[in-house]
């Protein structure tokens, strides 16, 4: 027998997004449901490779309503920290979240958007998706890779430097995620770090804060019609934390270029040269995690759901939060998401009313 409810809005995700999207939303006395495929709290964070840790300290990395406590004897809060902060941010404002439900589809169904789970269907007012992008991990088209025999993985299979111990390892990536994971292995392994563009390291004294600040100030020059000067940081630069800082200095974390193609045994440059290794991590990034969405058939050439700030253009009854830049200056960030979480549930309101 499948299971109908109905509510104001439908929070797909319980993630940092969801979260901050349920704070404004109860602000905003809407009724709403939020509906995690997690068995538990904490969103991506409980997935996380164990040494991860914020860049920002902890004040500057909270949601609304509530700042992240520091975390004893570390300025830059790790990932347990914060999946332990977003279990107290649920549970103190008292959010509704249905877990473990999973969003197959999201439909029009008239005035109503039909929402079908994997525990019954749903009709809502307005849908605000918020499932981030972890759950999409992106692989680049390397030509040879499917002829690669050792172990590939990406940054959402990595756990810890003691799994690949004594072991050749190739870190693909010239992001942040690439240069931590690189500098954690580079004790325990024989490293090659790979980058598309040689690796920009912010100054040691810049941290999160500064590039939530350039995110900013960016969306905003790009709204006013000015054209974007940069700044002291970039979304793009690496944050020399602690571990990443020390390994730099220490000189183990060097990147070369990135290869041409993958051989049996390893790599190979466009010169010929050759690097043997038994496991590449490709740190290349995520796309946005968007597939219930589908059934609204939204997405423009280039795969885009095109929005003005995070309303759908062609479903005003649908918000995107938390995806990037595009949903909200540096909304997929716990300080960042805030914000935009505030506009969604204003504008939710008003369409309602």
Known sequence: MTVHQSTDVIVVGGGQAGLAAGYHLRRQGLDFVILDAQGT???????????????????YSSLPGRLMPPQPGEEYPDAGHVVAYLRDYEKRYELDVRRPVRVLGVHRDGRLLRVET??????????????????????????GRGDFDGRQLHTVEYRRPQDFAGRRVIVVGGGNSGAQIAADLAYDTELTWVTQRPPRFLADD??????????????RALDEGRADTGGVASLGDIVAVPPVRDTRDRGLLKASPMFTRLVPGGVEWTDGTRADADTIIWCTGFRPALSHLAPLQLRGRRGHIATDGTRAVGEPRLHLLGYGDWTGPASAT???????????ARQIAELLS
């Open 206 to 219: 810049i941290d999160g804060r500064s590039l939530f600040d350039a995110a900013t100030a960016r969306r």
């Open 334 to 344: 716990l300080i960042g998401v805030g914000r935009p979480a505030r506009d969604t």
């Open 41 to 59: 709290p904490g969103g991506a964070w409980q997935h996380t490779w164990d040494s991860l840790h914020l860049f920002s300290p902890a004040a």
């Open 118 to 143: 994997d525990s019954g269907i749903w009709h809502a007012r307005a849908v605000i998706s918020a499932t981030g992008t972890w759950w999409r991990p992106f692989l680049p088209a390397v030509p």
